[in-house]
């Protein structure tokens, strides 16, 4: 598909804010040029995760441990064929969870109804699961599904704990097709590969807070980070 150059699509929009200045309706124009250009890069990544070759199959017998008590791995997927999985950073050394995970969880749970129909969506964290239905009571949420990893097995087998035993975010994407469980995509940008000033971070950006800030002019910055109480 041919498609119209960027800049001329920004050119046809005609939206225009009270007083603005001849300055700032084409520094916004070119901009407008760079987001549409931005937005058919995360279609084209988007398309191209879409099409991976089937990824490894999960072999594992892992056991996880709701709020309605034991399942299995197969179990977190229900009646569907794609299973989100999310790992907190919650582990049983931790009095109280990840304040980063926790406000990128309390803006899923907002969303949790409506991603599930589409996919299966599971939140696993190492601690035993009366203390995360305790935060969840807590934050006053009230879709996501909650799951302990009591053996951790899940958790050491897909990076979720790092050397030194602490925990390590993962969001991950797992196929069930004619019987069989495969990873279909997990995040993989970390320390190792992240740019110069910046946090290690996936794109597109899970977190809508980040999307919200990036938005303004003080941005995200360098020196502030979510926390669980202000």
């Not at 124009?29 to 279609?43: F, G, H, N, S, V």
């Not at 996919?119 to 949420?141: C, D, H, N, Q, Y």
């Not at 897909?158 to 050397?163: C, Q, V």
Request: charge should be negative; proline fraction near 9%.
């Amino acid at each position: 598909m041919t498609l119209v150059p960027a800049a001329e699509l920004a050119a046809r929009e005609t939206a225009r804010w009270p007083n603005e200045s001849a300055d700032y309706r084409d520094a916004r124009t070119a901009l407008l040029a760079a987001e549409i250009d931005l937005r058919r890069q995360i279609e084209a990544v988007a398309e191209q995760r879409r099409a991976l070759p089937p990824g490894p199959e999960v072999r594992g017998d892992y056991q996880f441990v709701g709020e309605h008590g034991p399942v299995t791995l197969a179990g977190l997927f229900g009646d569907k064929d794609t299973l989100i999985l999310y790992t907190w950073m919650f582990g049983p050394q931790r009095e109280r969870p990840c304040p980063m995970c926790s406000a990128l969880l309390a803006a899923w749970d907002g969303e949790a109804l409506d991603i599930q129909q589409r996919v299966a969506l599971a939140i696993t964290a190492r601690s035993p699961i009366e203390k995360m239905l305790a935060f969840k009571a807590e934050r006053g949420w009230q879709h996501l599904p909650l799951y302990s990893d009591p053996s951790q097995d899940f958790s050491r087998d897909y990076h979720a704990i790092a050397p030194d035993g602490g925990d390590i975010p993962q969001f991950m994407a797992l196929t069930r097709r004619d019987g069989t469980i495969r990873l279909f995509w997990a995040g993989e940008m970390g320390e190792a590969s992240k740019d110069p000033g910046q946090d290690p971070r996936g794109a597109p950006d899970l977190m809508p807070l980040w999307t919200i800030l990036d938005s303004t002019p003080e941005g995200r910055g360098t020196d502030w980070y979510p926390k669980l109480n202000y």
